[in-house]
T-cell receptor, first 111, second 116 residues
C-alpha cells in the first residue's frame, strides 16, 4: 500500500519565520503535489513536481517555494510565514495517470 | 479548462437512509472523475474513480457513482447510511491525457452528517 508521510501533524510558528513542511512517499512515484485546504474553499494546488529537481506552480504559489532533491521527498517552504498562511497542508503523490494518494496533513498555525 | 461543482456544502441524513451527494463537472477533454472522503483530522482517501470504462462505478464502503455524460454529472450514492459515513466528501476531475492535465481539480466539498 502506498504510504505518504508528512513530518508533522500539527505545527505552530511565528510570523516572519521560515517554515519547512516535509513529505515523503515510499512508492517511487514521479509526481508529487502540495495543496492547502481551507473551509469552504476545498483543496487548492500550491506546487507540483513531475521529477527530481523539477517543479511547477499550481494555482496559489505566492509566498511558497518547494524543493525536490530526491524522488521520494517533496518539501514545501514558507519563506516568511504570515498569518494568512494558517491552514491545513496536504501532500500527495501519484504514479503516471493513477489516482493521487494523500498524506494525513499538517495543520499549520502562524501566530 | 476543467471545474467541479458540488451542490450542497452540508448534507444531513438519518442512519439507514439513502445518501446522495451531487457533483457536476465541466471539461473540454475526456474526464477522469474521482470521489475522495476525508475523516476528521485525516488526509483524503480514494472512494472510487471513473476512467472511461463502465459508467457505474463501485467503490469502497458500499458507495457507488454513475457517470452521466449528457448531464455532466458524477453523483455519489449509498443505499443505507451508517454513522461511520459522517465525513467530508470531495469530487475531483482530471484529464484523460495525463501530464499537467492529469492534475486534480477539486470541488469545495460536502460535509455529510448522519443522525441516529
Amino acid at each position: 500500500d502506498v504510504k505518504v508521510t508528512q513530518s508533522s501533524r500539527y505545527l505552530v510558528k511565528r510570523t516572519g519565520e521560515k517554515v519547512f513542511l516535509e513529505c515523503v512517499q515510499d512508492m517511487d512515484h514521479e509526481n508529487m503535489f502540495w495543496y492547502r485546504q481551507d473551509p469552504g474553499l476545498g483543496l487548492r494546488l500550491i506546487y507540483f513536481s513531475y521529477d527530481v529537481k523539477m517543479k511547477e506552480k499550481g494555482d496559489i504559489p505566492e509566498g511558497y517555494s518547494v524543493s525536490r532533491e530526491k524522488k521520494e521527498r517533496f518539501s514545501l517552504i514558507l519563506e516568511s510565514a504570515s498569518t494568512n498562511q494558517t491552514s491545513m497542508y496536504l501532500c500527495a503523490s501519484r504514479d503516471g495517470n493513477q489516482p493521487q494518494h494523500f498524506g494525513d496533513g499538517t495543520r499549520l498555525s502562524i501566530l | 479548462a476543467q471545474s467541479v461543482t458540488q451542490l450542497g456544502s452540508h448534507v444531513s441524513v438519518s442512519e439507514g437512509a439513502l445518501v446522495l451527494l451531487r457533483c457536476n463537472y465541466s471539461s473540454s477533454v475526456p474526464p477522469y472523475l474521482f470521489w475522495y472522503v476525508q475523516y476528521p483530522n485525516q488526509g483524503l482517501q480514494l472512494l472510487l474513480k471513473y476512467t472511461s470504462a463502465a459508467t457505474l462505478v463501485k467503490g469502497i464502503n458500499g458507495f457507488e457513482a454513475e457517470f452521466k455524460k449528457s448531464e455532466t454529472s458524477f453523483h455519489l450514492t449509498k443505499p443505507s447510511a451508517h454513522m461511520s459515513d459522517a465525513a467530508e466528501y470531495f469530487c475531483a476531475v482530471s484529464s484523460y491525457y495525463g501530464g499537467s492535465q492529469g492534475n486534480l481539480i477539486f470541488g469545495k466539498g460536502t460535509k455529510l452528517s448522519v443522525k441516529p
